[in-house]
């Protein structure tokens, strides 16, 4: 189980959850334009970064991630999706591998400064990449957000009964490069497994637009016991 809320009717606190581990950050969500996090799992430790910088850590187990059905922009209901997010998707990765503070930064720097590319080390063991901003990956005549890795885990459009469906594709904008608006009934599913050997670097940028109080999902994958949620709430 891995979940990572953003926001909820405290206020914007960041929370990751890897099985019964917690790991909290406070900052601010709401209002606050574009977000870059990125959570990395070493064996048992668990390090969460903001905008490029270090700013929680927490132990947990050793149990790798692996999942048969990721949600994208909504949670992951036993393979049906609710909790869908009301905001903006950008870039999505998993890293069979944890990154460095330097890659971190260089991530967070890249699309800042409206890059596509850095150099080398970070595509390096990707195991899922997903990019709003990369004519790769949108691909709106077959409506499918296409993972650019190389591995084959297509995000698929999909509504609240988890099923793929070829004819629903969420809204992209080609605004600064291009981005997906979610509206809080639609989202994305990977179909297919993703996993990696033990360490793990997942990165996300995103964008709130929604001030209720709401839980929504910004990703939530999960085997046939549950496995990892990355959330909005």
Known sequence: ??????GDNSGDDVRIWWETTALDHSTQISGEGWKHFVLTKSGTNLELFENGSFVSSATTNNNKWESTFTGIGAGNNRGSLDQFFNGRLDDVRVYDRVLSES???????????RQQNI???NVEDLVLHLNARDKRSVDQSNNRWKDISGNGNEAHGTSGNGVVD???FPNWEPVNGGRFILNNSEGFNVPGPVETTGQVSLEIWFKRTDTSDDIGYLSDA?????NWHLTNY
């Open 1 to 6: 189980l891995f979940i990572f809320y953003v």
């Open 103 to 113: 890659e971190i930064s260089g991530l967070y720097n890249m699309r800042s400064q």
């Open 119 to 121: 150099n080398g080390a």
């Open 166 to 168: 070829n004819n629903l």
């Open 222 to 226: 999960r085997n046939g016991s549950g």
